[in-house]
């Protein structure tokens, strides 16, 4: 599994040996750095001791090089990530900013692989063929 992840707008690598880099703030802390698994649809995650949430906090995410928010235009739930898998194609890779929420939406053209117990409940948000 080698897969970059960038960021939508800046197109800035942010994984950095076993993490996707990130930055994030919920409604009640100023922020931090987190760091993701990149294999989709493992839901590790580290982060400092003092940033705290609970399980169904909504969690904000940013680009740590432009400061981009990564929220998705699909979902107000999700955020959006792109990722190159090792034969160079790209591929839309939405998440969720809920936390203790496993959905992984990973999408090129119509086509899409889902991930985690979740991430039936935004299918209907994305227009697809019958192929996922």
Known sequence: ????????????YIRIGEHIILSAKNKDLPG???LLHPEPGNYAV?????????????????????????DSK??????????????????????????GEYSTLKMIGEHME?????SGEYLDFFSLSQNY
């Not at 599994?1 to 800035?12: A, I």
């Not at 580290?46 to 990564?70: A, M, Q, W």
């Not at 107000?76 to 890779?93: H, R, V």
């Not at 889902?114 to 979740?118: A, K, V």
């Open 1 to 12: 599994m080698n897969y970059e992840y960038r960021c939508p707008k800046c197109h800035g």
């Open 114 to 118: 889902i991930f985690g117990e979740h």
């Open 74 to 99: 699909k979902h107000m739930n999700l955020a959006m990530l792109i990722m190159t898998d090792e034969s160079g194609k790209d591929y839309d890779i939405y998440f969720s900013k809920v936390a």
């Open 32 to 34: 931090g750095l987190i």
């Open 46 to 70: 580290i982060r400092h001791s003092t940033f705290n949430y609970e399980k169904g906090d909504l969690v904000e995410f940013f680009c740590p090089i432009c400061h981009h928010n990564l």
